[in-house]
């Protein structure tokens, strides 16, 4: 192994910091000894219409039930709005960056109060009650985030489709989730592109009627202005029907497990789940780990780039930063356009002072090199964050030390849909950080490593990775399917959560996460993580991405095939990809030797940017007929491209 090269915790950031690591295990260890103690606690950070009296009733064994504050009420869109009015009505909520950088506009607390109670009060008129499943199909504008909260205020449940999505896979959520109300656009605006929403929400409403599920209405804004088609009685203009309602709006009052929404994972491993959050657990959870995990201040702007169309965008551009009457960002538009310096052209822009974004975007940046980069000033960050994969050290460190100028804690962030907020994660003023490591737990959170046979494994080790007790975030169920939830997150080991990772835990506690189980490899009994062997090749200066799979091989069981991306600029050859399988040899040692090296222009991606390893695995088994459940696929031409470069070397 390659050497780990910790940061230590820089003085600048203890001294700023909520946290230091003395309270970090004060409150780590009294947040696991007692549970209803700390959360009783830490639930009155938001605002209960009526206080709750029972804190946690929950059981990982059959019959499987999750509760937190259920005696609780509260209304979600008051904690992110009204609660800020008397005492922040003017500061800025949201900002929003448009994909074109002359397009922004700035949003107070209480233009957005006004234009969420108007928007409530068109979905009360349409007859959305408390309970309805809302679909918003939306680009990145505030609308997005005004019909997210008038849902919440009315006390429907809403199900937020990325709008990359086709209109099969917005069928499919549509039909799933029993959906009578879309909220759309025009059109969306993304790298100059312009992207077909209502047409797709035509499409989509048309083939979900042919499973029975009829949309009353679809809502649309007005986004870019294009040419759409309009069904009367169906449809209704967003800038119409908001004006023509009243701008005041009583919050409904809901328990604090009436669920909030439904969102369907990424998809990286198969068909997406409907994971359903509720309201009162999963506020507290996404507003107390934006706080802490941020080391969020008041005052500071906070920009996270997820879309949110995915949990990041809900819990890390919405709910937790809303929650905690922060100045959050939004950006319609994408990484290179106009060019790659936009991130930081935008940071220095707005100010910002604590940026979140994904491996999959510092991978693609790190490719074009530092000078975009270094173009720029970014002297306003304070904290950088990684979030959906594993996080590469070479990749860690360019963030670091290129992005972050070397003073600029990384928080590397695990969590899942699953799980409503953070779970495994370094604090800023806390932590002494590894590059690649997700690190520490998060208050409540007990993770715990086991073998296939379900041993628990102590100390230093390798395992799949569960987590032993509930935390406030968790999600309840399924929707519409709990056996569906059980079978999937509590029967491989009984009276546990499985995450479906594999994870690392180092002498000092670390958690490493190394990938999906099922992606791991076992070349000759040796398990291996993918993120170990794709680090090792990421860490070449020619190689920018890597994925590597497993396929059947006579000898040694499984062998090592790797499907690498160079640097712009770079091409492949024998003698590079010699070069490459030797660089893994010295880096990790013979056993991970790669068997096969394949160059590839892109990887196949999920809308997310997360690396589908199972269809790679497809493809280097010559399996090309049965590629799965394809739908979340970000490029699909990808995987020609793989495929006959695969069929080639035959
Ligand atoms: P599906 O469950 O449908 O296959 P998915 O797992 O990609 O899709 P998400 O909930 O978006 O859906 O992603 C969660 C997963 O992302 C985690 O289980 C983990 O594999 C990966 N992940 C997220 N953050 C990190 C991180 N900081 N380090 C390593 N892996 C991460
Ligand atoms: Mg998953």
Not at 256 to 275: C, H, M, N, Q, R
Not at 390 to 402: D, H, L
Not at 546 to 574: F, N, R, W
């Amino acid at each position: 192994m390659s050497e780990v090269h910790v940061h230590k915790v820089q003085p600048a950031w203890r001294e700023r910091a909520l946290i230091d690591n003395e309270t970090y295990q004060k409150w780590y260890a009294e947040s696991v000894a007692d549970p209803e103690r700390f959360w009783a606690e830490h639930g009155k950070r938001i605002d209960w219409f009526k206080p709750y009296g029972k804190v946690k009733n929950t059981t990982f064994d059959a019959p499987v039930s999750i509760k937190w504050f259920e005696d609780g009420e509260l209304n979600v869109s008051h904690n992110c709005i009204d609660r800020h009015l008397a005492t922040r009505g003017d500061h800025v909520a949201i900002i929003w960056e448009g994909d074109d950088p002359a397009e922004d506009r700035k949003i107070t607390y209480r233009e957005l109060h006004e234009q969420v109670c108007r928007l409530a009060n068109v979905l009360k008129k349409h007859g959305v009650r408390r309970g309805d499943r809302v679909t918003i199909y939306m680009p990145m504008i505030p609308e997005a985030a005004y019909a997210m909260l008038a849902c919440t205020r009315v006390g429907a449940v809403h199900s937020v489709v990325f709008g990359g999505f086709s209109p099969d896979s917005l069928a499919g959520r549509i039909v799933d989730a029993e959906s009578t109300f879309v909220i759309t656009a025009d059109e969306g605006l993304r790298g100059g592109k312009a992207i077909p929403l209502k047409e797709n929400t035509d499409k989509a409403v048309d083939i979900a009627a042919r499973h029975h599920v009829m949309v009353k209405n679809v809502l649309v804004v007005r986004r870019t202005g294009g040419r759409i088609g309009w069904a009367d009685g169906r449809d209704l203009w967003y800038h119409e029907e908001t004006a023509a309602v009243s701008a005041d709006n009583e919050p409904e009052r809901m328990n604090a497990e009436d669920p909030l929404f439904i969102l369907y994972t990424s998809g990286s491993t198969g068909k997406p789940k409907g994971v359903l959050h509720t309201s009162g657990g999963y506020l507290v959870y996404a507003s107390m780990t934006h706080q802490y995990v941020f080391d969020y201040h008041d005052g500071d702007i906070y920009w996270c780039t997820a879309d949110v169309g995915w949990v990041t965008g809900h819990s890390y551009i919405l709910y937790g930063p809303l929650a905690n009457g922060a100045t959050t960002l939004m950006f319609e538009g994408v990484p290179n356009y106009p060019s790659v310096s936009r991130f930081w052209e935008v940071v220095d822009k707005h100010k910002v002072n604590i940026f979140y974004t994904a491996p999959t975007a510092i991978r693609a940046l790190m490719g074009a090199g530092d000078a975009p980069v270094k173009n720029t000033s970014r002297r306003s960050l304070r904290v950088l964050g990684s979030v959906g994969e594993p996080i590469n050290p070479e990749a860690w460190e360019w963030y670091f030390n290129v992005v972050g100028d070397g003073n600029v804690p990384i928080v590397d962030t695990w969590w899942q849909t699953e799980t409503g907020g953070i779970l495994i994660t370094p604090l800023p003023g806390a932590t002494d950080l590894k590059a690649g490591s997700a690190t520490r737990p998060f208050f409540g959170v007990q993770p715990q490593l086991v073998d296939n046979e379900g041993k628990v494994l102590e100390g230093a080790t390798d395992g799949n990775l569960c987590i032993v007790d509930s935390w406030p975030g968790q999600m309840r169920t399924v929707y519409g399917d709990h056996e569906r939830f059980v079978q999937t997150y509590f029967s491989t080991y009984k009276g546990k959560y499985f995450t479906g990772d594999g994870c690392r835990r180092d002498a000092d506690g670390y958690y490493w996460i190394t990938g999906r189980v099922d992606d791991v490899i076992n070349v000759s009994g040796h398990r291996m993580g993918t993120a170990e062997v794709e680090s090792a090749l990421v860490s070449h200066p020619k190689v920018s991405e890597a994925a590597v799979v497993g396929y059947p091989h006579d000898i040694k069981g499984q062998g090592i095939y790797c499907y690498v991306t160079l640097m712009a600029g770079e091409q492949g050859s024998d003698e590079l990809r010699k070069e490459l399988v030797a660089h893994v040899r010295k880096e990790i040692g013979a056993i991970a030797s790669p068997d096969k090296l394949q160059f590839a222009p892109g990887l196949p991606k999920t809308r997310s940017g997360k690396i589908m390893r199972r269809i790679l695995r497809k493809i280097a088994e010559d399996d090309f007929g049965a590629l799965g459940d394809t739908s979340t696929l970000a490029d699909p031409a990808v995987v020609d491209d793989l495929v006959t470069n695969r069929q080639n070397k035959k």
